[in-house]
């Protein structure tokens, strides 16, 4: 695993150009709006079609098979409920028809995570690390052979899936596992000694992605290195075991368990992408999935709200509906615009990883926290909503948000995933400028790209803005499109400053970073937001008003945010106060917690 300090050292061969992720570019201060204006639609009608005729039969199983309380207070799902889940097809969706799935492409798969998000997120969790995590790897690098083998079994006969990585040594940081795989003197497999932790689906698993560490030697010098190698290990292979379920705050129905190998036995066709690759496998699993999160908690949002609006219009309090209360309006109104936020980011994404894209990495990090963030503000304000009604186990939303809590924590924890889109967007930012300084040696041969550049900072600093999205929305949201392109030019001036500034010790200063995150993360959901709005308008939606008054509502609150947390990165007064942060927090930890003398201790 390279430490987060080889982030900007890690130079890709192809040119700043190449990369169509419009986050990307706007770390770099330009504009490239093909992945979000206009709003993606790439299903065929067909494929639409296909898409409606299995949200009826999913609706219908929560309704009429599925106990999602039941679940929880079992701590697992009933074997009679998994049973119609196969028979539905739910643990083979993006599994080819060839191999006994159902075929679905990432944006149809989002559509029934959505559902299966509003109804049991502890079912979801086996049915997502099944297929999101826990085979994903077969679907994207398995050979021809592999997946021949374990594609109709994970998809129709019954058999689950687990994605084994974290274990006790390591948690967001996935290369400082322990867990090691030697090669047999006859080349013929590899020998698996190790243990995994928190394995969703690790105790009713038969067939696992594992990392390990194992030894590889470098070809041209002879250097001998360790590094990860991925694994698609049986456990009928011997030697795999695993613990007791872990007792959880929430998904409590989804398997949870520790796995252990002891000299497990891997023949070297089981390699899953090259030796020596694990851990490039293991990043491309998860940014792969992360899209489905946001799907899934859209349709968790969807049903606290449904449940918190039925409330706040049938409740009456000192004479009068709750509903008619300023500040319940606030909330719901800031509830559905999160929620449409989540929602537009996630079919954003999918619809382009759908067209081949494979420049989604920054957006995909950046819907993982907003809608896993987003999810909880709104469960926990639909329980305040519903008031100590909320608060009982029969409303179903305590249930909810203790099931929500893990996913700012799992599939990357958002603290290190503001890291990632902060550090991932100045690589891609700071190899631009080595692109400029390179062109400065020989200005004659590169005029126009020195001209270019030169004239779009020109029009910015002059104030003359060198960013404009009016051409990509409806009229009505020109004035919003204005603020939002402000934020881009602020955003990608601020970058070269921290650049300039810090250089490579940019990596060292995680809460500049964090800020710099936070800014991305609205800039890009009032792009989404702005570019749904602006189709709904033009497809006349019977929902379009709503759709843009939501938007522009979320827009003034984003740009707000977005230049307050671009002005603390380079603002003294916030600079010093970040110092006062770390002394206050290396006393606290010197003292192992609290230090203070208490109120009636004075003498």
């Known amino acids: 695993h390279r430490p987060l300090s080889n982030v900007l050292n890690n130079r890709k061969k192809h040119t700043a150009t190449e990369n169509t992720s419009f986050m990307a570019n706007v770390f770099r201060g330009s504009l490239r709006t093909s992945q979000v204006f206009p709003y993606p639609d790439v299903l065929s009608l067909a494929q639409k ?18 106990d999602a309380a039941r679940n929880d207070a079992n701590a697992k799902i009933d074997d009679a409920v998994l049973t119609s889940l196969w028979e539905l097809g739910a643990f083979g969706l993006q599994v080819p028809t060839s191999f006994g799935g159902l075929g679905l492409n990432n944006t149809q798969y989002g559509r029934l995570c959505a559902i299966v998000g509003a109804n049991d997120l502890g079912l979801g ?7 999101s995590i826990g085979f994903k790897g077969i679907l994207l690098y398995g050979t021809p052979e592999q997946k021949e083998k374990y594609l109709p079994k994970l ?3 019954n058999v689950y899936a687990a994605f084994a990585l974290t274990e006790p040594s390591s948690g967001s940081d996935a290369g400082s596992i322990r867990s090691r795989a030697i090669k047999s003197d006859d080349n013929k497999y590899y020998v698996l000694n190790g243990s995994k932790i928190w394995i969703s689906n690790g105790g009713i698993a038969e067939i696992m992605t594992v990392f ?4 590889q030697i470098d070809l041209k010098t002879g250097i001998k290195n360790d590094k990860v190698t991925a694994f698609i290990v049986e456990r009928s292979f011997g030697g795999v075991t695993s613990g007791p379920p872990e007792k959880k705050m929430g998904i409590k129905a989804s398997n949870t368990a520790e796995v252990y190998f002891e000299n497990v036995k891997i023949p070297i066709k089981n390699i899953l992408g090259k030796e020596g690759d694990g851990f490039k496998v293991a990043m491309n699993i998860l940014n792969n999935g992360r899209f489905g999160m946001g799907a899934t908690l859209s349709g968790t949002m969807k049903k606290c709200i449904e449940i918190a609006s039925s409330h706040a219009n049938s409740r009456v309090q000192f004479g009068q509906s709750l509903k008619k209360y300023g500040s319940i309006q606030e909330k719901i109104a800031k509830m559905n615009i ?3 936020a989540t929602e537009s980011m996630a079919f954003t994404i999918s619809q382009n990883m759908d067209t081949g894209s494979q420049d989604y990495h920054l957006e995909a990090a950046i819907s993982k926290i907003y809608a896993s963030e987003s999810a909880w503000y709104v469960c926990d304000e639909a329980i305040q909503i519903l008031g100590g009604m909320g608060y009982m186990v029969d409303a179903g939303l305590e249930r909810i948000l203790r099931d929500l809590r893990i996913f700012r924590i799992f599939e990357g924890t958002n603290d290190i995933l503001r890291l990632f889109i902060a550090l991932t967007g100045i690589q891609y930012a700071g190899s631009h400028l080595k692109e400029l300084q390179q062109a400065f040696k020989n200005p004659s041969a590169n005029l126009g790209l020195i001209f270019k550049e030169a004239s779009k900072r020109a029009a910015t600093t002059v104030g003359l803005g060198g960013t404009d999205l ?8 020109h004035p919003y499109a204005k603020k939002t392109a402000h934020c881009i030019d602020l955003f990608g001036q601020s970058v070269e400053e921290l650049l300039l500034r810090y250089n490579k010790n940019i990596v060292t200063e995680q809460v500049l970073l964090t800020r710099l995150a936070n800014a991305a993360i609205d800039i890009y959901s009032m792009v989404v937001t702005q570019s749904r709005s602006s189709r709904a308008l033009q497809l006349n939606f019977p929902t379009a008003q709503h759709e843009l008054n939501m938007t522009k509502a979320l827009t003034i609150q984003a740009s707000e945010r977005v230049i307050k947390n671009l002005k603390a990165i380079t603002s003294r007064r916030q600079l010093a106060l970040n110092e006062k942060m770390s002394i206050i927090a290396d006393t606290v930890f010197e003292n192992d917690g609290v230090y203070t003398t208490g109120v009636i201790d004075q003498q």
């Open 212 to 215: 390990a560490k194992t030894e």
């Open 125 to 131: 969790i086996t049915i997502g690390a099944h297929q």
């Open 338 to 340: 999160l929620q449409y």
């Open 49 to 66: 079609e296909l898409t409606q005729s299995l949200t009826g039969p999913f609706e219908r199983f929560f309704l009429e098979i599925n």
């Open 155 to 157: 998809a129709s006969e």
């Open 470 to 477: 009016s051409f990509c929305v409806v009229e009505e949201l």
